[in-house]
């Protein structure tokens, strides 16, 4: 069974930094897929990036980017010059090729608190 | 731009009442997905849904709770005799495939169920 892990419950920086948040995922698939979500205070689920497990390359996307690394199953998420607006909770999900609707797994998310 | 359509937003419901949340799928979305959020805590899958089908319920609880799609019509998730343990936030996804093909799955803007 997969599964997926965001070691860090909760992190504060200040504004203008940068932050990375971890996520770790176990799968036996060799195809897979990993998804980063953000769900701001007014509560909605927000999709911020689909890789699929044969795509190592990095991505960028403004102040966000991400770091896939298969060699240790990490595929983790930076925020540069972080800002207020930023604060929310990040879930990383990952999706085997095999099998059905269980096998979308979110991590437990990380608590992101941007202070000015 | 229509996404994945919720209804209703909050709901409050005494003890022992039934409740229904109400998820339309974006456009040329065929497959549904439902998940809960407990307060302070992650997102769990419940079941998993196409047209007329129920792909996977192993993460819906035995009793009072069921899913549906219909051929014509929203999904509907049903909540029999609610409990306090039921308050959650209830968050419908799409899909225009299953989990199998990679599909990013995006979300409604959730169900605030308070039960009283």
């Known amino acids: 069974a997969q599964k997926v892990t965001q070691a860090q419950t909760e992190i504060s920086v200040v504004e203008k930094e940068d932050v990375t948040l971890d996520c770790v995922y176990e799968?036996?698939?060799?195809?897979?897929?990993l998804f980063w979500y953000k769900q701001p205070p007014s509560g909605e689920l927000v999709f911020l990036i689909r890789?699929?497990?044969?795509?190592?390359q990095n991505e960028i996307s403004g102040r966000y980017s991400w770091n896939f690394q298969k060699s240790t199953s990490s595929f983790n998420f930076t925020i540069t010059a972080s800002q207020v607006v930023d604060s929310a909770v990040y879930f990383c999900?990952?999706?085997?090729?095999?099998?059905?609707?269980?096998?979308?797994?979110f991590g437990p998310g990380t608590r992101l608190s941007v202070l000015p | 731009n229509a996404g994945v359509m919720q209804n209703p937003r909050h709901l409050v419901r005494r003890r022992g009442q039934e409740a229904r949340l109400r998820c339309s799928p974006m456009?040329?979305?065929?497959?549904v997905y439902w998940y809960r959020q407990l307060p302070e805590e992650g997102l769990k899958f419940m079941v998993y849904?196409?047209?007329?089908?129920?792909?996977?319920e192993s993460g819906m609880p035995k009793e009072r709770f069921s899913a549906e799609f219909p051929k014509e019509g929203p999904s509907i998730l049903r909540i029999q005799q609610v409990v306090r343990g039921d308050s959650a936030a209830y968050f419908c996804?799409?899909?225009?495939?299953?989990?199998?093909?990679?599909?990013?799955?995006?979300f409604g803007e959730g169900s605030w169920l308070t039960v009283v």
């Open positions: 890789r699929n497990s044969f795509d190592e």
């Open positions: 996804a799409s899909s225009p495939a299953g989990p199998i093909s990679g599909n990013t799955i995006y």
């Open positions: 849904l196409q047209k007329e089908n129920i792909i996977d």
């Open positions: 456009k040329g979305h065929s497959h």
């Open positions: 999900a990952l999706s085997e090729a095999s099998g059905y609707g269980q096998n979308f797994v």
């Open positions: 799968t036996r698939d060799t195809t897979y897929y």
